[in-house]
Structure formats: structure tokens, C-alpha cells
């Protein structure tokens, strides 16, 4: 993707993820060493008066991803998130976004968001990231 090809209100391609899965919770306290039992234990989270959710740093690590698979991370020049609600094992997510400006210096500004198959944004953020020149 070349600075000249893009446009304000760009959509970048969808990425899609698979559902969220127990496992993967699993997985992810053993990589992140966030072993938290409202990830992880149904008994907690049940006396918590919730459902087993997961880990928002696994939510920002799928923002990130699409992020990465539109422009090369070495380009990537700031990436901002707010998390906005819980996700939970079944959810499938997407993350979606758009160039909002483009500036000087070949920087685009974009927002992009992780959603749910419902369209609940569970993770938002912004992001610039300076893109080649055909030049």
C-alpha cells in the first residue's frame, strides 16, 4: 500500500478472527502470565455474578494484528486502544478501521476497531503509521 493509493475514508480489508475459545484463554494466561480466575475459572466468575470473560490484552493483540496486516509494523508510527466492553469465549471478532487524514510526510491517521458479530465495539483505537511513496 503506497501514501498516493489511499484516501480519506480508505476501508481497510476485515480481518476476521475465530471464535474465542476456553483453550485459548488457557494459552494466553501461560504466554501473558495473566492467570487471573475471572479468565479462567467458571466457579469465580459465577460468584463475581458474570461469565468467564476474556483477556482484554488478547482483544488488543487482535486489534494489533489488523493493524500489522494493513501496513508493515515498521511503519507503524503510534497506536492508541480504549476498551470499551468484555468479550466472552464464543464471540467472534473482527477488526475493521479506516484512514481518517492524511498528513505530511506520507502519515495517515486511521481508527480502527475489534467488534463482535453484533456490531459491540470491544476494543477502539487510533493509529498512525507513515506509508511508502510510489516515489
Known amino acids: ?5 489511499v484516501k480519506e ?8 478472527k475465530e471464535p474465542i475459545t476456553r ?6 494466561a501461560g504466554a501473558s502470565g495473566d492467570f487471573h480466575p475471572l479468565h479462567l475459572v467458571e466457579e469465580v466468575a459465577e ?9 482484554g490484552m488478547l482483544i488488543m493483540g487482535m486489534l494489533s494484528q489488523g493493524v500489522t496486516s494493513w501496513v508493515s509494523r515498521k511503519n507503524l508510527k ?11 469465549p464464543g464471540e467472534s471478532i473482527q477488526i475493521v478501521g479506516k484512514v481518517l487524514e492524511k498528513k505530511e510526510d506520507n502519515i495517515v491517521v486511521a481508527e480502527v476497531f475489534a ?4 456490531g459491540e465495539v470491544k476494543v477502539a483505537g487510533i493509529f498512525e503509521a507513515r506509508l511508502p511513496s510510489r516515489n
Open 9 to 16: 475514508g480508505y476501508e481497510f480489508p476485515v480481518l476476521e
Open 115 to 118: 467488534k463482535n458479530s453484533e
Open 23 to 28: 483453550v485459548q484463554l488457557v494459552r494466553f
Open 78 to 88: 503510534k497506536l492508541q486502544v480504549r476498551f470499551s466492553k468484555m468479550t466472552f
Open 47 to 55: 460468584k463475581a455474578g458474570m461469565k468467564i470473560l476474556a483477556h
Open 1 to 5: 500500500m503506497f501514501y498516493e493509493d
